[in-house]
């Protein structure tokens, strides 16, 4: 198994593992807030609405002395009723009001007022009466679940309701934890990715870049420059080997140059030598018989230096003394 | 000793009469010299007087010091301020004229014409049918410059039918209107009728009467007006009262209100609106004042006024008389209730 492989396999599940407890983390983190951060933004938007609409309205009937004229009134409530639809609510939320008796007043949203009433009817009666208990919170009623935050409008009786689905959250609650586990996949995925990538670019193909030069330097063949120009360990070795290569030619080179030295110095003679079994002479290459002194002058760096051996002495010159054995 | 110093005296005494001479004349010039002329003793005029002179001392001008200030006043007749004027250019050149209301604002252009003598005129409601500029909202080029009295009419159109559409079944509502011949009032008349084809869902029926010099014609041009409502009653819906001095006079309003059982719904001053009428939109009195003198001060400084633009006042004031609504089962939108402030009256 390759090195890459080894790491790749090694770091895969520390990046999952890593990236899957960071967005567990959040994903709880983010759904314990969704329900604050949801009754956060409802109040938000009740309180304006009150303050901006019903209030204004009221306010401004009372400045005016109109807010007993029935026509003015009926009139102000009317579009401040009007104005809930003005508000960017939630896909499921709705503004809606009853009276301090529990009846329905308006909804932003088409709706049956009899099943606003059986709902909220009592919450409504209990606001109406200073409860603040349920100024805010979650209803659990006829199937229904529901978010909430309302306010009690004095003046005109109102108890307005700002309120959500509860599937709504859950299902806010759901997506958010379908895209904290794609972002879990995509995201090790990616760091793997990277990682590998990174550790191919810097390490794994260095080390090939290595392995391939010192195959090279042992089949006897130069390498060149290496193409690793890091500052680090591996990008050291790399210069390090670059000079022993150098090293190794250099070397080479002085061999050489003293084979083909002595080569020119010494001559010597080699394989089957056709001779002459009388005379002695040696045949060439080109089929003449030579005198075994001038084959071998010619063949090697010998040179002959003519003399007569005691034997020859003895047998040619029989009357010469030439080696003194007569003085025994 | 006493001999020579004798002599050397009358030239000290020439040289002191000197000094103090040219510095009289220095002084002389500081002192600006305005003329304001206003066209008739009416409300608005006089408010707009105030304010304008309020302005002017907020400013550092105060009369006897640096500001000789001399006010003409045309009792409604155009040939009066031109005498006037004509006397005090007689005696020397002003450093700015300033006029209020249409008649004085013509007689002044017609007489500092081709000269380098400033004009500024405010409470006029249409310079340009008045012959004082030839566009608004743009510099005129010449001597002369100011302020446009008047609300856009749209708006002011389209506010007054928010109220009386709600009682007014059929189309297109018809708004009498009595007018005099004075030459903002025609304009005005001119403006609406356009504004009326244009919309289609609602008439004016002018009835005109000729225009008499304010305050001494004003008795006779009431005695016309009281003509016109016998005969426009009944043929209208709703009345609406005038630009221009005859609709400025309390008279008249009292006149409509006493001979005619149908509702001012637009009146042309905030003092209609006390008496009864439903609503008015006019421009802010004391900031058009204002805002002129500070135009006036820029020009005593020296600005060219050919190069100010004449344009609108920034502000206006729109009236309501809640007793009205309600007696005519309207409701005031609460968009125009909290417009009209401090000015919604009972």
């Known amino acids: ?328 | 000793m006493k001999l020579k110093s004798m002599q050397t005296m009358p030239l000290q005494l020439f040289l002191i009469t000197l000094i103090i001479g040219l510095t009289s004349l220095a002084v002389a010039s500081d002192v600006k010299k305005v003329i304001l002329i206003e066209t008739m003793p009416v409300p608005a005029v006089i408010e707009h007087s105030r304010w304008f002179q309020v302005q002017l001392k907020e400013l550092g001008y105060e009369k006897n010091k640096n500001l000789k200030l001399t006010i003409l006043k045309a009792n409604g007749e155009r040939q009066l301020a031109e005498k006037l004027l004509n006397a005090e250019l007689a005696g020397g050149n002003p450093d700015l004229v300033v006029t209020i209301a249409t008649l004085a604002s013509q007689a002044a252009a017609k007489l500092l014409k081709g000269t380098d003598i400033p004009l500024l005129f405010f409470q006029v409601s249409n310079p340009v049918d008045a012959g004082l500029v030839k566009q608004i909202n743009a510099p005129t080029g010449t001597n002369i410059t100011g302020k446009v009295y008047t609300v856009n009419r749209n708006a002011k159109i389209e506010m007054l039918f928010q109220l009386v559409s709600q009682i007014a079944v059929h189309r297109p509502i018809r708004f009498g209107i009595i007018h005099s011949t004075y030459p903002s009032s025609m304009g005005d008349i001119r403006e609406l009728e356009m504004i009326a084809k244009r919309r289609g869902d609602i008439t004016f029926v002018p009835y005109k009467i000729e225009y008499k010099k304010v305050p001494t014609g004003l008795p006779a041009m009431i005695e016309d007006t009281k003509k016109g409502i016998k005969a426009l009653e009944g043929k209208v819906d709703f009345w609406v009262e005038p630009l221009g001095p005859l609709g400025e006079s309390f008279e008249y309003t009292q006149a409509i209100m006493e001979l005619s059982t149908t509702p001012i719904v637009l009146g042309a001053k905030a003092d209609s609106v006390k008496r009864g009428a439903l609503m008015h939109v006019t421009p802010h009195i004391e900031a058009s004042g204002r805002e002129t003198a500070l135009l006036a001060s820029q020009i005593l400084e020296g600005k060219d006024p050919g190069t100010i633009l004449v344009t609108p006042p920034l502000n206006f004031d729109l009236g309501i008389n809640i007793t009205t609504a309600l007696k005519l089962k309207m409701i005031i939108p609460p968009d125009m209730l909290k417009l009209a402030g401090n000015h919604v009256y009972r």
């Open chain 1, 1 to 328: 198994m390759k090195i890459q492989i080894k790491i790749g396999l090694a770091l895969f599940p520390l990046v999952l593992l890593s990236i899957i407890i960071l967005g567990a983390w959040s994903v709880h983190i983010t759904t314990t807030g969704i329900d604050k951060s949801a009754l956060q933004h409802m109040n938000t938007i009740l309180d304006y609405y009150i303050d901006d609409k019903i209030s204004g309205m009221h306010q401004l009937l009372v400045r005016n002395l109109l807010d007993k004229e029935e026509s003015f009134v009926k009139d102000y409530q009317q579009l401040a009723a009007e104005s809930a639809n003005e508000f960017k609510l939630t896909k499921a939320g709705h503004i809606f009001a009853l009276d301090a008796e529990g009846k329905f007043v308006f909804c932003s949203k088409k709706v049956d007022p009899q099943l606003i009433e059986s709902l909220w009817g009592d919450h409504a009666l209990s606001i109406a009466n200073g409860s603040t208990a349920k100024l805010t919170g979650h209803l659990h009623a006829l199937n229904t679940r529901a978010i909430y935050a309302a306010r009690y409008f004095q003046p005109w009786k109102w108890v307005v309701f700002y309120a959500s689905s509860g599937d709504e959250i859950r299902a806010a609650q759901q997506s958010i934890k379908n895209a904290a586990i794609l972002i879990a996949i995509f995201s090790a995925a990616a760091s793997w990715l990277l990682l590998f990538l990174v550790i191919r670019k810097y390490l794994i193909k260095p080390i090939q870049s290595l392995q391939k030069a010192a195959s090279t330097i042992a089949e006897g063949e130069t390498i060149g420059d290496i193409n690793i120009h890091s500052q680090d360990e591996i990008g050291d070795l790399s210069r390090n080997m670059e000079l022993m290569a150098k090293a190794i030619q250099k070397h080479r080179a002085e061999q050489i140059i003293w084979q083909k030295k002595l080569e020119k110095e010494v001559k010597t003679l080699g394989g089957l030598l056709p001779i002459c079994s009388y005379c002695k002479k040696i045949r060439d290459d080109r089929g003449y018989w030579n005198q075994i002194e001038s084959f071998i002058q010619a063949n090697s760096e010998a040179e002959f230096s003519h003399g007569i051996c005691q034997d020859c002495a003895e047998k040619y010159y029989p009357d010469m003394d030439l080696y003194g054995d007569d003085e025994t």
